[in-house]
């Protein structure tokens, strides 16, 4: 191309909605580049005598975060810059792994114009140019086109600098940061202070100032966040905020579920906060659902994540004095335990998906006037029953369920009255008996009952391969008591790639529920949410399905 053109043009041979142009590279001035943006990629090839295809990037839009135009200081230089930012998925050299995404900046000089600001307006045609063709590529999920954030768009970002080992700020500096510059996303740090502090920051707060939610952390604090937003007067607006997650904790259990939900191969620790503060910065929303419990004490609270009692809860818990040691805390937690294995005595009920929110079944006028205890009230289905659609292979105990007998009486009132957030219409309060259609299981000797409703239970831990953000379902599991040592822990090993539900095991029970009840036996014991120890006794729940939105690229 002759040197006294101007630097860009449109190629309209073949591509009318080709951009082309021909530019130094902003950070070697000796090399030039031939640069075309097409709706989907740009393409530099650089201008040598080396052979066409050895010098050539091709960088899909879709992995592109951001794109800026600027000028140096130097007022001297009459030159402009625009630079775009990419996070493709890339191996490391040298190295056998998982792809990951790697930062790659583009960064253009041009200077054919005499006008600095006649430059300045060319290389803003082209950062415009990329940021418009990136956000045109559109992202479904099950069919469905998703929403996205306004840009530029507005966070207020929670930071808890004791998550994990510690290093969030830390992390929040390396990448994050220069991530949200990068994309244009305007921010407010806020670092917690104490326990509870953002819960109480987002229930007083003026969202309209903000455009999302973002936690850095562990699951903890996403848990304080969300219960904060469910208990303001107008709960019913807030939860609809976008939320957004950025792992630097221990688990990082959600964190790990955005990335699995995204189709990628799994990654951990850094690698995994690069992935989710990229699709943090695509800014595409999804519905997300929740879970409500009920404690024995009255209280009620939400939950996001999972619901454990048994081993996994003790696990959890117990190994907080291994923190330093970050994710590999549950490793050693597991193997303490397992030394030590224990048998946990309760009663565990369901209503199954595949019967939630049919019209004539939701809390049933006359479904249930039993004893308390629901075992009296109970008894075998006359005929073996037929496995249901919902549950897994390894389901095989089902067949020995029992379903809760229908009797006469009254009817059964909705567990929510009077408390904030929305209604639960499948449960009746903790002191009254279940409806007919649930299923009681007849075991009442556990190792460990999980409660999950998206994928991960840790970043290496995929407990729900099946799961989905907003699937309206909550994955039960659990493990009756007979089960070996050896057994558990292949159990865990297997969940670390999601096949543990494939390892034929007879004690391990995976069904599809709507809604759950947990009546712990006497004595001490442990029951956590979403990984927060909750009051240790008669626990139910129900999931609001795409109830909350969160981030999710």
């Keep these: 191309m002759d ?32 640069v075309h943006l097409t709706e989907k990629d740009l393409i530099v090839q650089r201008l040598s005598s080396a052979p066409v295809g050895r010098n050539k990037v091709v960088l899909s839009l879709r992995e592109c975060v951001g794109c800026r135009a600027y000028r140096e200081d130097d007022k001297a230089d009459p030159s402009a810059y625009f630079a775009a930012y990419f996070y493709p998925l890339r191996k490391r050299r040298w190295i056998k792994c998982t792809p990951s995404r790697q930062r790659v900046e583009q960064c253009f000089r041009l200077a054919a114009l005499q006008e600095p600001h006649a430059n300045l307006e060319e290389a803003e045609k082209w950062a415009r140019a990329v940021r418009e063709r990136s956000a045109r590529q559109q992202h479904l999920r099950d069919g469905v086109l998703l929403s996205s954030l ?9 930071v808890n600098p004791q998550s994990g080992k510690g290093q969030a700020l830390t992390l929040y500096d390396n990448h994050i940061r220069r991530m949200f510059n990068e994309a244009g996303v305007i921010h407010t740090l806020i670092i917690t202070e104490r326990q509870n502090h953002a819960r109480e920051r987002v229930r007083d707060a003026e969202l309209s100032q903000w455009d999302a939610l973002v936690i850095m952390s562990g699951d903890g604090l996403l848990h304080e966040v969300i219960n904060g937003l469910l208990e303001r007067p107008d709960w019913e607006e807030a939860i609809r905020t976008p939320l957004g997650i950025l792992p630097s904790g221990s688990g990082n259990a959600l964190a790990a579920s955005v990335h699995y939900y995204s189709g990628v191969s799994q990654v951990t620790s850094e690698e995994l906060l690069v992935s989710c503060g990229f699709l943090l910065c695509k800014g595409l929303v999804s519905h997300m659902d929740l879970v ?17 009692w048994g081993f996994v809860a003790d696990v959890d818990v117990e190994s907080e004095k291994y923190r330093h040691a970050g994710a590999a805390r549950f490793t050693v937690g597991t193997l303490v335990r397992l030394a030590s294995l224990r048998i ?27 004893c308390r205890n629901p075992a009296s009230c109970l008894k075998p289905s006359s005929s073996p029953k037929q496995p249901s659609e919902d549950s897994c292979p390894n389901t095989c105990h089902s067949n020995n369920s029992l379903k809760l007998r229908r009797t006469e009486g009254k009817s059964a009132q909705s567990a929510t009255k009077d408390l904030p957030g929305p209604p639960d219409t499948l449960l009746p309060p903790l002191d ?42 909550i994955h039960l599991f ?5 089960i070996s040592r050896n057994a558990l822990l292949r159990l865990f090993l297997a969940m670390e790639k999601g096949t543990h539900l494939h390892t034929n095991c007879q004690h391990l029970v995976h069904v599809k529920v709507q809604a759950l009840r947990l009546e712990p036996g006497t004595g001490k014991g442990i029951i956590t949410v979403d990984g927060e120890v909750v009051e240790y006794g008669a626990i139910q729940a129900e999931v609001h399905g795409g109830l909350g939105r969160l981030i999710s690229g």
């Design 3 to 34: 040197r006294r053109r101007a630097d860009c043009d449109f190629i309209t041979a073949s591509s009318p909605v080709t951009l082309y142009g021909e530019f130094t590279q902003g950070n070697n001035r000796k090399v030039r580049c031939s």
């Design 344 to 370: 946990y005595k309760g009663k565990l009920a369901y209503l199954p998906a595949s019967r939630g929110r049919s019209k004539d079944n939701v809390l049933q006028k006359g479904a249930a006037a039993c």
């Design 292 to 308: 409500s419990l009920h404690l024995s004490s009255g209280d009620r609270l939400f939950s996001f994540l999972s619901l454990a």
């Design 150 to 158: 306004p840009r530029p768009c507005r966070l207020m970002l929670f």
């Design 432 to 473: 009254q008996p279940l409806p007919s259609d649930w299923v009681l299981v007849p075991e009442e000797d556990f190792v460990l009952m999980l409660a999950m409703y998206q994928s991960h239970l840790a970043e290496d831990l995929l407990a729900a391969p099946d799961a989905h953000l907003d699937d309206g379902v």
């Design 478 to 482: 659990y493990v009756t008591a007979g």
